[in-house]
């Protein structure tokens, strides 16, 4: 029993002890914060003077004059409020003063954050080394998240891989961000053909190819219909559905038969994104199916069916009122609440 | 004649053993949240800070809705609801749920936001009272105010899932303050992991003491008041160390009512909030972990600590006392209704380890310790146990108690440093020492009284009387 009291002190003495160091180098760490932060101040004043006189020499005196840590971090955020001209000579005045250098040093050795960041900045300065070092973190990043931030930063400095290759690099378990969407969405038109290519295969994963697949319908929209089309009856109800919502936004000629074949479908979210791409391309001739798809079991389809039968202007409306005064069921119910939303009377 | 002492000596041997081993258990389960809480700090994703935040994840963000049950909150609706109008997050709306109150506050709300009557079509997915009314505000189309009967908190919660329409919600409490960055660093999980993120917790910290304008905490101090005080390294406890440890292993039982975000299919799935639960958080995230393991799909629950929702602590005993026999209630309620996952082989981690927890810690605990605190000494006392024995008592109530809070310190200041200066550090570390003498013995009293209550099936809620964030208020 006594074993258990011994080791009780001991423990609580030696917390007790890290803690104290905790606080002591707390303390040192308040007088240094209080010295970054001032000249942080100068710094951000000397910046402000840059846009008003572009005095280039005056500030980088005032950038090589605080420690580079302070300079990168008060310059990124403050480059990223600037364009055009004032931009591009405030970034020269960065490379001259070799501030990527240190970015890429933290590209490499810094903590998570730290490494995301220095690949965001390396974007923003682009400077002469930064493909270098953002390809090489590509490669041998350990963080999944530090590999997506520097395929966006290549992206953004027009030295991305090929994609299959990129994906390969982020891996599978990353193949699952959202922030894949941003990379895509920042995608050069040129290489669009490439989006198009990896959405088309079967072997990858859905989420990236439907996210392929919203990003080609905001940015290359209508050269793509036919791939759209054809998607549209993709064995993946993730990647129907992100083709159909492509097809509400570019359109296509043969839309309405491959709406109404969405329509049927077994999964809900392709029923409702059919629905409403019939909606958004105003196909008042698929107001039949769009009736029926009123009685659907799933509430999301039934209100996106609600939605382009009122889209289509009185015609709809006409036909949502004639479901509204029919028979008790769910089309009536969802017909009554489409024609009632909004301010009451 | 029968001597009877060799009896006595056995009982109390069995008694002592039973308390000891089960304060061992704790203690193990505390040290075992600790270095698992310490190896997923270090190893955490990355935290961006908050000016970087919105130009990394703003276009990417899903929608969320906020829901905001609210009764008898006249005093600081408005000024709450202008707060979270603020919040820094690309695409969301607010939802309030008056449920029934008895004062002003939907008329507050009406005036301070030129609330109209709306219809909105909603999907009558999970049950509650009935709604008398949807409103609007044409000063802002992301606010919506639901006023329906009174059914309790669950029962407002659900009435705002099935009203709002974002993939994702976030469960507030009416008068806490979240933090302008605190929805885009919760979201981060949902963003980074879509299809496997189902919940994720966030941390609460308390803002008695901080100095509170316009609905933000702009200077974060400590609280005057001793009470808060424990408070503050209590949160620091259960936040830190257990519900990191525990999220790191998927095995997070938890996410508060307080300041919650949830993937509406899968709560929906579920039923959404048990109503008239004393513990619905908790209900809910045993629900969640249940259905998912049911169907067999991957998924993950998660509790990241830099997303932070300031909350007002109770500053008078009697009633931390009421929030704190509530809380018992609410875990005896739960463990007994999920019983059947009890170290059950088909729920894994959550069974063992999850469960395991909430008997050791929720169910035995406090009992035991009680127990203990009146039987070890007076054992001694009659010469029945050994001192070694005493000596082991003291070092699992007292001892290892100061050794746990300061830890949790330790990995607060090592890796988050949220308590912006050296002094206030040290005073907590004086906190952490001293909660250990009465503060603790005071708590597992109070969670004994629960566990009465529990077993007379007293079912009141009981009054949180506040003094306001912001002002004073009841």
Known sequence: ?345 | MFDWSQEIVLVASILSWFIIVTGLAQTAVYLLQLIIAGYALSTRPPVARSALLWHRYGDVAPPIALLVPAYNEEVNVVESVHSMLALEYPNFEVIVINDGSKDQTLQRLIEGFKLVKFHRPYEEALTHKPIRGLYSSPMTERLFVVDKENGGKADAQNAGINVCRAPLFCVIDGDSILEPDALMRAAQPFIDDPERTIAVGGTIRIANGSRIEGGRVREVRLPHRLLPLLQVVEYLRAFLMARLAWSRINTLMLVSGAFGVFRRTEVVAVGGFTRGSMGEDLDLVIKLHRHMMDIGRKYSIQFIPEPVCWTEAPESLRVLARQRTRWQRGALECFFRYRSMLFNPRYGRVGFLGFGHILVVDVLGPISEVLGYVLIPAFWLLGILSTEYLLAFTSLVFTYGVCVSVCSLVLEEAELQRFPRARDLAVLTAVAVFENFGYRQLNNFWRVKGWWQYLRADQSWGEMTRTGLTGPKK
């Not at chain 1, 994906?167 to 990379?183: D, H, M, N, P, T």
């Open chain 1, 1 to 345: 029993m006594l074993y258990i009291w011994h080791l009780s002190i001991l423990l609580s003495v030696l917390s007790l002890a890290i803690m104290l160091l905790l606080i002591v180098r707390r303390v040192l760490h308040e007088r240094r914060g209080t010295a970054d932060a001032d000249q942080r101040r100068s710094l951000l004043t000397a910046l402000i003077a840059f846009t008003e006189n572009r005095d280039r020499e005056a500030l980088k005196a005032a950038l090589l004059a605080v420690p580079a840590r302070v300079a990168i971090d008060a310059g990124f955020e403050f480059i990223s409020l600037l364009r055009g001209e004032e931009h591009d000579e405030l970034v020269a005045a960065f490379n001259e003063c070799g501030l990527p250098a240190l970015v890429g040093t933290q590209l490499e050795k810094g903590n998570g954050a730290e490494r995301i960041h220095a690949a965001e900045m390396l974007a923003a300065l682009r400077s002469e080394n930064a493909v270098a070092s953002l390809l090489s973190a590509l490669d041998r990043d350990r963080s999944r998240e530090v590999r997506i931030a520097v395929a966006i930063a290549l992206c953004d400095v027009g030295a991305l891989p090929p994609l299959v290759i990129t994906l390969r690099k982020i891996g599978v378990a990353g193949q699952r961000s959202r922030r894949l969407i941003e990379l895509f969405r920042r995608f050069p038109p040129k290489r669009f053909d490439e989006l198009r290519d990896y959405a088309g295969r079967q072997d990858a994963v859905p989420f990236i190819r439907a996210a392929a697949i919203d990003a080609l319908a905001r940015a290359g929209g209508f050269q793509f219909g036919e791939f759209f089309a054809r998607a549209a009856s993709d064995r993946s109800p993730e990647v129907a559905a992100a083709a159909l919502r492509a097809l509400g936004l570019t359109g296509h000629a043969n839309a309405p038969a491959i709406l109404v074949r969405a329509m049927e479908n077994s999964g809900w979210d392709v029923r409702a994104d059919a629905a409403d791409a019939a909606g958004r391309l105003g196909l008042s001739e698929l107001a039949a199916p769009l009736a029926q798809l009123m009685d659907d079991e799933a509430w999301t389809v039934r209100y996106a069916a609600a939605n382009a039968l009122r889209s289509f202007g009185q015609k709809g409306e006409q036909l949502l009122r004639e479901i509204a005064v029919s028979e008790v069921s769910r089309s009536q119910r969802t017909a009554s609440l489409i024609l009632a939303e909004g301010p009451a009377a």
